[in-house]
């Protein structure tokens, strides 16, 4: 424990805004929270994880079938998505910083700004999607796509289905949890002295997009 | 300055700095990829150490592992260890047993028929 907790004074505010009474003091409400959301983090890597494992195991008896399928791809939309998920980042670490700061507009900016790019992404998605549905280029059974070279390809469709729809689904959920961390913030919920839900929904944010940091160059740039 | 504990946080300058970081390593993902080193391997071996480290920017500087407690970077690790142990022995285990897998992709028409089968 550092010392510093004893910037919050118990005898001046015996009940300071967003302590629960089960914890000591802020500092130990804080890492309490954060234990819990690293763990469910850890839940979030194993989940993607055998995603990750599926794909490895069957890129590597399958090298050309998903060597040929991965050129379906739009490169550059990939690279713009990931400019887009990393920038996103960016603002949201940035939210914390100014929540720590007690700032509570630039706060409510960098919130939206997340949100923004959030958007951004799924709309680079769902140009991506609708273009794979059009040309047949769907998971299993339903691939339909005339002309392929290569048996197989089907399966990197399955995969790639797969983990960007996982992906897509938490961008949502990332999405769900920032709005009501904004809101919180427009309230005035958040001060200097207690701004976790900003770190744990950034937590979840940056965890997203360090999936999609892995996802990009197995899907799009090796296959 | 602030009131929460951890106040040892990393200034503005450092994230834009990682944000560069994170920017020009995807830069160079894209171009390593369009390079033959000889083999395949070589390129996904890259790639991955690239995300990598992209990985560890994003954990260390944007989720505050390197400021934190050692406690979450430990529970973290431990997800990684497991995810490794997983992929391993899931590798070993498809490797070696070669002559269960059926092979059943070297037509296109086969690929249909294994999968209605693998469907009912």
Request: charged residues 10%; neutral net charge; contains cysteine.
């Amino acid at each position: 424990m550092t010392p510093s907790t004893n910037t919050l004074d118990p005898h001046a505010h015996p009940h300071p805004t967003g302590l629960q009474h089960h914890f000591a003091d802020m500092e130990q409400q804080a890492d309490a929270s954060k234990i819990g959301m690293w763990l469910f983090l850890v839940t979030e890597v194993l989940l993607f994880g055998g995603l990750f494992v599926g794909f490895a195991l069957m890129q590597g008896r399958h090298h050309e079938a998903f060597l040929a399928a991965h050129h379906h791809l739009d490169r550059s939309l990939g690279i713009l998505n990931t400019v887009v998920l990393l920038t996103s980042s960016w603002t949201m670490v940035m939210a914390v910083h100014s929540a720590q700061q007690g700032e509570r507009k630039r706060l409510i900016v960098y919130l939206a700004l997340t949100l923004v790019f959030a958007c951004a992404f799924l709309g680079v998605k769902y140009l991506e999607y609708s273009h794979k549905f059009h040309e047949g280029l769907l998971p299993g059974k339903y691939y339909s796509h005339r002309g392929d070279t290569v048996p197989g390809q089907f399966m990197f469709f399955s995969f790639y289905f797969m983990m960007t729809g996982l992906h897509g689904l938490h961008i949502v959920a990332g999405m769900a949890a920032i709005s009501w961390v904004l809101r919180r913030a427009m309230r005035g919920d958040f001060s200097g002295a207690y701004y976790t839900p900003v770190e744990i929904v950034g937590l979840y944010w940056h965890l997203v997009d360090m999936i999609w940091i892995y996802l990009f160059p197995l899907l799009y740039l090796i296959g | 300055m602030n009131t929460q504990a951890h106040a040892k946080h990393p200034t503005p300058r450092v994230y834009a700095l990682v944000l560069l970081a994170l920017l020009l390593l995807t830069a160079m993902t894209v171009s390593a990829s369009g390079v033959d080193f000889g083999s395949p391997g070589v390129n996904v071996v890259i790639a991955l150490l690239i995300a990598s480290l992209k990985a560890c920017l994003v954990a260390l500087f944007f989720m505050h592992l390197r400021y934190d407690k050692p406690i979450n970077a430990v529970i973290f690790s431990t997800g990684l260890v497991f995810l490794a142990l997983f992929l391993i022995f899931c590798l070993i285990d498809f490797e070696s047993r070669e002559a269960v897998v059926p092979e059943n992709l070297k037509t296109p028409g086969a690929v249909v028929a294994g999968g209605e089968a693998a469907a009912k």
